[in-house]
């Protein structure tokens, strides 16, 4: 018997159009390298609607009632590594400084929280997470986090290459469908770990 390192297993166990296509994801040969790096969603590019329900601002410090995690440093100078210029996304107006915004390097975990938000109290309704931001090597993961029940209610996956290493809009909508605690998640988006950089400048939810 051969064994399956467990991202095999996993993707063998997408959805597919039947059995046949199963065991083909699973005999399919892996090169040595490991599987290819999950692809980054593009950047918000439309006009962002509804109201602002909270805002965060990041400095050279931590926006108040946010936490580090998992070995995530801030640290000075501008973030690493820079992407190919084509197709890079529209880019989101500077108002502030780059050197005002949170630059920081992430610890090497796969998928691992980097920065963990305060517990917002959500009513039902239509919300949208937006972090303004730049990742300048690596990749990351906008996510709003059901505290009590420790479950996504979004993620939206992200890498310097699909933004352009440009700062830019990331996140998305959310439908709440019951009055929840949540708390908005950064997390480290490399499937195969090593760390990433990022350039964090604010975070908001967004009410429709």
């Excluded at 290819?36 to 990041?58: D, E, N």
Aim: aromatic share 6%; hydrophobic share 45%.
């Amino acid at each position: 018997l051969v064994a399956i390192p467990r991202w095999e297993i996993a993707v063998a166990g997408l959805p597919c159009a039947g059995a046949l296509a199963v065991i083909i994801a699973v005999a399919a040969p892996v090169a040595a390298h490991g599987p290819a790096p999950i692809p980054g969603s593009p950047p918000l590019t439309a006009k962002v609607g509804g109201t602002t329900f909270r805002r965060w601002v990041f400095s050279p410090r931590l926006a108040p009632g946010w936490a580090t995690f998992d070995g995530l440093k801030a640290v000075a100078g501008p973030a690493a590594g820079r992407a190919s210029a084509a197709n890079e996304p529209r880019a989101v107006s500077a108002k502030r400084p780059a050197k005002s915004c949170l630059t920081a390097v992430t610890g090497e975990s796969a998928f691992a929280y980097q920065l963990i938000g305060p517990k917002v109290s959500l009513a039902p309704g239509a919300y949208e997470i937006l972090v303004s931001a730049q990742i300048g090597s690596g990749g990351l993961e906008v996510g709003l986090l059901d505290s009590g029940h420790s479950t996504w209610l979004s993620t939206e996956n992200y890498t310097a290459e699909s933004t352009g290493s440009r700062r830019v809009l990331l996140g998305g909508p959310v439908q709440i469908q019951r009055p929840v605690k949540a708390r908005v998640i950064l997390a480290n988006m490399k499937p195969l770990g090593g760390a990433s950089t990022w350039r964090v400048c604010s975070a908001r939810i967004m009410r429709g």
